[in-house]
Nanobody
Framework: QVQLVESGGGLVQAGGSLRLSCAAS????????MGWFRQAAGKEREFVSA????????NYADSVKGRFTISRDNAKNTVYLQMNSLKPEDTAVYSC?????????????????WGQGTQVTVSS
């Protein structure tokens, strides 16, 4: 069992930055691939970014590529999402998720555990 707790959300002006953190319980964190998803009001949850268990492979949704950076610190059981040049359309609840597998990380069904999420609001 893995428990995930996100933090770092908040209100920021367009063009600003935030860094989200996702702290995981358990001693097997380093064996999970991790992902970030977001869900805006009235919309489906969508993929944002993912990182392999080692941190050696990352991928991003086209909408955030070049602005967001995912990273992880396995010694701290934490995955991060650095968000720069934020836009009002980035406003959403951001959730992290853990996957036992290494494939299809852009898909919600690849993930086994989910956090509750943290709100990010970008004002124009």
């Amino acid at each position: 069992q893995v428990q995930l707790v996100e933090s770092g959300g908040g209100l920021v002006q367009a063009g600003g930055s935030l860094r989200l953190s996702c702290a995981a319980s358990g001693r097997t964190f380093s064996s999970y691939a991790m992902g970030w998803f977001r869900q805006a009001a009235g919309k489906e949850r969508e993929f944002v970014s993912a990182i392999s268990w080692s941190g050696g492979n990352t991928n991003y949704a086209d909408s955030v590529k070049g602005r967001f950076t995912i990273s992880r610190d396995n010694a701290k059981n934490t995955v991060y999402l650095q968000m720069n040049s934020l836009k009002p359309e980035d406003t959403a609840v951001y959730s992290c998720a853990a996957a036992r597998g290494a494939y299809g990380l852009g898909l919600k069904r690849a993930y086994d555990y989910w956090g509750q999420g943290t709100q990010v609001t970008v004002s124009s």
